[in-house]
């Protein structure tokens, strides 16, 4: 006798969702208005596909509602932009924190233009694009402004692809001139006066704050970077940190890097380690994450130019580049996968200031006979 074929469909315990038997893959099977859809949920695990399932599921009756609107000529601005969040989500070349910038630019922009996700996109006209950049601008930089206007014009263009509307009235808006920023970075002296500064403000959380602006000074750090880096990434013997980023999506480049303690480094975080040395290797160095409101306070006391968090970050490639460190090693310790060219053109100009002094050293006259006895010493 010949024995049965297995069957290649296996039905599981969930209502609209089956197994492919041979991968052991798990499919969505929906019916939707009467139309049977057969879909790979990617996973071969039950737990995943079930999760998966309802996002598919959900998306998939969106659309369908979507696209009956569009057939009777209606399509809210809500509706095109959850298109357009599909399209950022699922494009691969876009980094995991570009995506997480997009929805808070698309946040801001709902912010800034009260009522508009219930607009029909056929409703919103050229004088209502301008009317919006002209208050959302005069608040925005140009760099956020620019962006903003780059996701409402992508919003309207889904409506345009679709037949909601025949043409983009956003692309009316004229985008601003982005300048980059003249970097007004405090000395030696001036930093040390502004974290003692900080110190001796009476807050709560005066110290936890000066640790955190002078490890970022010392470390190069970005604002959340830093708020990831715990105890055990840490090496006291080898002297240098592990920077791992977000747990979820990890560095703004996707991948960890080391970063040398400086001395000044190496003598703070022993002696903070020292006054926590109970706290577990897995608890987070840093006790604040933020802390701008005191670095206003201190540089206004201090008499200096207010700087961020970021500018911390340019203090430390400053400093290093004085010290004589070659730039794509800077660039390296910043976590820059450019070989230097952004480093390049944000500090090139202190590798000229450096090297224009390097040469004064540098002389062709008769020595002194001072310099003579030395020389003649040594030899």
């Given at each position: 006798?010949?024995?049965?074929?297995?069957?290649?469909?296996?039905?599981?315990?969930?209502?609209?969702?089956?197994?492919?038997?041979?991968?052991?893959?798990?499919?969505?099977?929906?019916?939707?208005?009467?139309?049977?859809?057969?879909?790979?949920?990617?996973?071969?695990?039950?737990?995943?596909?079930?999760?998966?399932?309802?996002?598919?599921?959900?998306?998939?009756?969106?659309?369908?509602?979507?696209k009956d609107a569009i057939t009777h000529g209606k399509m809210t601005f809500n509706q095109a932009t959850e298109t357009f969040k599909q399209r950022i989500q699922g494009d691969a070349s876009l980094k995991p924190r570009t995506k997480e910038y997009y929805d808070q630019r698309i946040l801001a922009l709902f912010k800034s233009w009260p009522g508009l996700g219930e607009l029909e996109l056929r409703a919103v006209t050229k004088t209502d694009c301008l009317d919006w950049a002209a208050r959302f601008g005069a608040k925005a930089s140009p760099t956020v402004f620019n962006h903003t206007i780059s996701i409402l014009r992508g919003i309207i263009e889904v409506g345009v692809e679709c037949g909601a509307r025949y043409e983009n009235p956003a692309r009316f808006i004229k985008r601003v001139r982005e300048?980059?920023?003249?970097?007004?970075?405090?000395?030696?002296?001036?930093?040390?006066?502004?974290?003692?500064?900080?110190?001796?403000?009476?807050?709560?959380?005066?110290?936890?704050?000066?640790?955190?602006?002078?490890?970022?000074?010392?470390?190069?750090?970005?604002?959340?970077?830093?708020?990831?880096?715990?105890?055990?990434?840490?090496?006291?013997?080898?002297?240098?940190?592990?920077?791992?980023?977000?747990?979820?999506?990890?560095?703004?480049?996707?991948?960890y890097r080391e970063v040398p303690m400086i001395p000044e480094m190496l003598q703070m975080l022993k002696a903070m380690r020292e006054k926590r040395s109970s706290?577990?290797?897995?608890?987070?160095?840093?006790?604040?994450?933020?802390?701008?409101?005191?670095?206003?306070?201190?540089?206004?006391?201090?008499?200096?130019?207010?700087?961020?968090?970021?500018?911390?970050?340019?203090?430390?490639?400053?400093?290093?580049?004085?010290?004589?460190?070659?730039?794509?090693?800077?660039?390296?310790?910043?976590?820059?996968k450019d070989g230097g060219a952004l480093a390049m053109r944000v500090y090139g100009h202190l590798r000229d200031q450096h090297s224009v002094s390097m040469a004064q050293k540098v002389s062709f006259s008769k020595p002194s006979s001072d310099k003579i006895v030395y020389m003649e010493k040594v030899a």
């Open positions: 006798m010949k024995s049965l074929a297995q069957p290649v469909w296996q039905k599981t315990s969930y209502a609209n969702l089956i197994r492919y038997v041979p991968s052991g893959t798990y499919y969505a099977r929906i019916r939707i208005r009467g139309k049977l859809l057969r879909k790979s949920l990617n996973t071969d695990l039950i737990s995943v596909a079930k999760l998966r399932l309802t996002d598919l599921e959900k998306a998939e009756r969106q659309s369908v509602e979507n300048r980059s920023k003249k970097l007004q970075l405090p000395d030696f002296d001036q930093f040390l006066e502004f974290v003692a500064e900080i110190v001796q403000s009476g807050s709560g959380f005066s110290e936890p704050c000066a640790e955190l602006v002078r490890f970022l000074a010392f470390g190069g750090f970005r604002k959340l970077e830093a708020s990831f880096i715990t105890w055990a990434d840490c090496d006291f013997n080898k002297g240098k940190i592990i920077v791992r980023g977000d747990p979820k999506t990890g560095t703004k480049n996707g991948e706290e577990s290797p897995e608890s987070c160095v840093m006790r604040v994450f933020e802390c701008q409101k005191s670095m206003d306070r201190a540089a206004k006391v201090v008499g200096m130019e207010r700087i961020t968090h970021h500018d911390l970050r340019h203090l430390f490639a400053t400093r290093c580049i004085e010290s004589g460190v070659d730039i794509p090693t800077v660039s390296r310790w910043l976590g820059h």
